[in-house]
Structures are given as structure tokens and as C-alpha cells.
């Protein structure tokens, strides 16, 4: 048999590659091998030669970090939770975005989950990642108006800060935490103001589930700056869109077949908005905004492209993402601290002076 050159690579162990082999191929010991590859939180910190050896050498055995292992040698790990209702909708995908860049930014793997607005299932995503040591959960899901619920998440979140994690919620969860606080009502109010101020006096709402805070924060926000204004809003004239599309597309119908019939309709997402344009244009004949103005909210990147474009609210989505890593970067402090974001109007084409 030929005898292989001095220069020749060593095989590859067969089986799965242990830190030992690593340190063995790059000939340092385990502890240096375990500094160059993880990080160290104390003092002996490994030279760039050495690192770069062991780093060799782990790229030639393709040899796998072991998280479970390093998590608890370290009692965190670098992964960080963000949990949502729905990955699908652009709500919640332009909030993660925002977190994963500033995690990326500094070396954080964010794991998202969607809990499709079972309050159970957000429970249950709370304590695997606690199990798994992750350093911190950002709760961006809306907060369900259940007491029981809550009371249970506050005490699911003080078992996860007791490990040592870092709760970081958006909008209101009833919990003691760090928080981004979205301007719900403030936003909600600046539509019907808007509305009002271009001659509109009846009004029509739809709506999301009213078991999530983040809708009943926009539609109390709705309703008071109504009632300011001294505009009466009848009960059948608020309507539960689902925020899906196709049932705001059926509850715009129910909606416009109601007395009075509305000229304005404030729609609570983006997304209901698009369902409610697509009512009032194809199935009821209507023209948007000759005969019915509509204001959506959150201004997600679609809206620009309806028809008509739609008027919105605008929420900076990445923003609060981006807000809730800086906190959890910044670590927990003796005070739960909160951060208000602003919303803003954005006029676009489907509102106009009231004609009726």
C-alpha cells in the first residue's frame, strides 16, 4: 500500500465528531479547543493562532457545535425567541424582520414560532424556550383579554426571568416586562379624525377578534375619538372582519346592508382593508372613495398598491421589532421599562370629501 504523503489530510473520523477529536487534530487540549470555538466569559483568552488551528480543524472534520451542551455550560444560549400569531401575514413578518437584523447584527439566532392565536400554544412556546435555555422571547403576538391567561403567562414569564431569561412583550399583555407599546388607539383615533374632517358622520367599523388587546386598543381608540366628536356609532355598525380578506370581504356586505349605510369605514388591519376595497368595488358596486372612503391600518407594504390605494395608518413595524432586540441586548433591569412608538396618517386614495 502506498504510504501517504506527510501533507496528506487525516480521514475523517467516522460517527459524529466530538470536541476531543478537534482538539486532538489541531493539537491543543479540550479546554482551548472549547475557548477558540465558543467564546470564553473569563480571563484566558485564546491566542489568534491557536484559534485559527482549532477553527481549521473543526472545518476539516465538519464538526457540529453541541447547543444543548453549551447552554448549559453557559446557562443561556444565543438563541432568542419571537413568537407570533402568523408568519403569513405582513404584520408580524416586517416586525420579525426588524428583530432578525439587529440579532444578526450581533451574532443572535432568532427562532420564530407562530401560535395562530391559540393562547395556549403561546404558553407552551414560553416554556420549551425556557427549557432550552434561550437568553430571551420577544411575546409580538397581541395580548389575549383573558385573566385567566394572563394571570397564567405572568407566571410562566417570572419562572422563565427566575432562569435567568428576558421577556421582552409588544403592545399590552397585562404582564410586568419590557415593552414596545404600539400607538393602537392613538392610530385608531387619527382615522376617524381624518374621516370626520372631510364631512364624514356615519361610520361603519370592521373589526378584528375582540379577544386580542390590540383590537380592542384600536377600537376603543375609535370609539372614544367618536364619541369627542359627538358621532354616534350604532352597535350593528362595527362588524368582526377576522382579519382574514375573505371574511372582512363578507362583513363589509353585512355591514353595507345595515341603516344608515356608512360613508366611511375605518378597517382595523391592512389586510381586512384590502377585503373591504374588494366588497365595496366587485360585489357591491361601489365606488371607492366617491361613495365610501376607507382607512386601513398598519400601512403594510402593500397597501400603496390597491384600488384605490388605500389611506392608512402607518405603524413603524420594523421599528418595534428592532426596539424590542435593542432591550433585550441591553439586558433586564430592576424596572420593567417601555418604549411608546408613534403612528402616523398616510393619505392616500381612498378617502374623500363626504358627498351623502
Known sequence: ????????????????????????????????????LHGSNGTRIVGE????????????????????AQALARSTTTVVGVVVHDVADPYFAAIAAGA?????????????????????????????LRAQRARAVVLAGSGFADRDFTRRLATEVDAY????????????HGIDSDTVRPANRAGAALAVRHLYELGHRRFGIVSGPRALTS??????????QLRSLGVMLPPA????????????RAATRALMARAPEPTAIVV??????????GALRDDLGLRVPDQVSVVGFDDLPFAADL??????????????????????????????????????????????????
Open 100 to 128: 432578525m437584523g439587529v440579532a444578526r447584527e450581533h451574532g443572535l439566532l432568532v427562532m420564530l414560532a407562530a401560535t395562530f392565536r391559540d393562547p395556549e400554544l403561546e404558553l407552551d412556546y414560553l416554556a420549551r
Open 49 to 68: 493562532e491557536l484559534r485559527r488551528r482549532v477553527l481549521d480543524a473543526a472545518r476539516e472534520l465538519r464538526y457540529v457545535s453541541n447547543a444543548p
Open 237 to 248: 355598525h362595527v362588524v368582526d372582519g377576522g382579519f382574514t380578506r375573505e371574511e372582512a
Open 307 to 356: 384600488n384605490p390605494p388605500l389611506t392608512t395608518i402607518r405603524l413603524p413595524l420594523a421599528d418595534i421589532g428592532a426596539r424590542a432586540m435593542d432591550m433585550i441586548l441591553t439586558g433586564p433591569t430592576i424596572e420593567a421599562r417601555t418604549i411608546d412608538l408613534d403612528a402616523e396618517l398616510v393619505i392616500r386614495a381612498s378617502t374623500a370629501t363626504s358627498r351623502r
Open 215 to 224: 383590537v380592542r386598543d384600536r377600537l376603543d381608540g375609535a370609539r372614544r
Open 268 to 277: 382595523l388591519n391592512d389586510v381586512m382593508a384590502a377585503g373591504v376595497l
Open 161 to 172: 426571568r427566575a432562569d435567568g431569561g428576558h421577556v421582552v412583550a409588544v403592545g399590552a
Open 1 to 36: 500500500m502506498p504510504t501517504p504523503t506527510p501533507d496528506a489530510p487525516a480521514a475523517r473520523p467516522a460517527g459524529p465528531v466530538t470536541l476531543q477529536q478537534v482538539a486532538e487534530r489541531a493539537g491543543v487540549s479540550s479546554a482551548t479547543a472549547s475557548r477558540a
